[in-house]
Antibody, heavy 123, light 107 residues
Framework: EVQVVESGGGLVQPGGSLRLSCAAS????????MDWVRQAPGRGLEWVGR??????????EYAASVKGRFTISRDDSKNSLYLQMNSLTTEDTAVYYC??????????????WGQGTLVTVSS | DIQLTQSPSFLSASVGDRVTITCRAS??????LAWYQQKPGKAPKLLIY???TLQSGVPSRFSGSGSGTEFTLTVSSLQPEDFATYYC?????????FGGGTKVGIK
């Protein structure tokens, strides 16, 4: 069964840092692009960023709202994806989801998403 | 950045109803559009990709259509498990964005 499981969420003060992890299983992790999205309480979905696979040099893309503060990385030997979040503000409070990219029809769609991990930024 | 506008934001319907949700893009995105279903406290679930391709395991009562700037998600006969929030997302160019969502409630 294809599965991705996020961890590492919690309470952090404004200006602080947090690192989220995403453990993948049931598929060849190293072949796939991976995405992060987030959802603030009671709000809609917001795309955070993407990391490509080794064949594409692990290149990354970010939303403007997190660029320069967040860094996506991966460790293919551990089947793990990471989201390093720095300079956090209350606007970053959200459930963070990781998802597996699947390349079909000229694009890389995301399925499945994990169950998410909650990040709360508050003093 | 490309903006996606979903309509309506909320709709109430009954079991067995035909439901249509619209997603409009601020510029042409070819067919690079996905539809997701999300239930409270759960992860988004991919229903449709490439505007009209049904993801494996998704019931055939779901269908998608459109290209360019206007897209629709249709549920031909609403079932109790379909009451949820639906989002469109474009993957035409970075940054990817989502529509604001459409909540389908019980009439």
């Amino acid at each position: 069964e294809v599965q991705v499981v996020e961890s590492g969420g919690g309470l952090v003060q404004p200006g602080g840092s947090l690192r989220l992890s995403c453990a993948a299983s049931g598929f060849t992790f190293s072949d796939h692009y991976m995405d992060w999205v987030r959802q603030a309480p009671g709000r809609g979905l917001e795309w955070v960023g993407r990391i490509r696979n080794k064949a594409k040099s692990y290149a990354t893309e970010y939303a403007a709202s997190v660029k320069g503060r967040f860094t996506i990385s991966r460790d293919d030997s551990k089947n793990s994806l990471y989201l390093q979040m720095n300079s956090l503000t209350t606007e970053d409070t959200a459930v963070y989801y990781c998802g597996r990219g699947v390349s079909v029809s000229g694009r890389t769609w995301v399925d499945p998403w994990g169950q998410g991990t909650l990040v709360t930024v508050s003093s | 950045d490309i903006q996606l506008t979903q309509s309506p934001s909320f709709l109430s319907a009954s079991v067995g109803d035909r439901v249509t949700i619209t997603c409009r893009a601020s510029q042409g995105i070819s067919s690079y559009l996905a539809w997701y279903q999300q239930k409270p406290g759960k992860a988004p679930k991919l229903l449709i990709y490439a505007a009209s391709t049904l993801q494996s395991g998704v019931p055939s009562r779901f269908s998608g259509s459109g290209s360019g700037t206007e897209f629709t998600l249709t549920v031909s006969s609403l079932q109790p498990e379909d009451f949820a929030t639906y989002y469109c997302q474009h993957l035409n160019s970075y940054p990817f964005t989502f529509g604001g969502g459409t909540k389908v409630g019980i009439k």
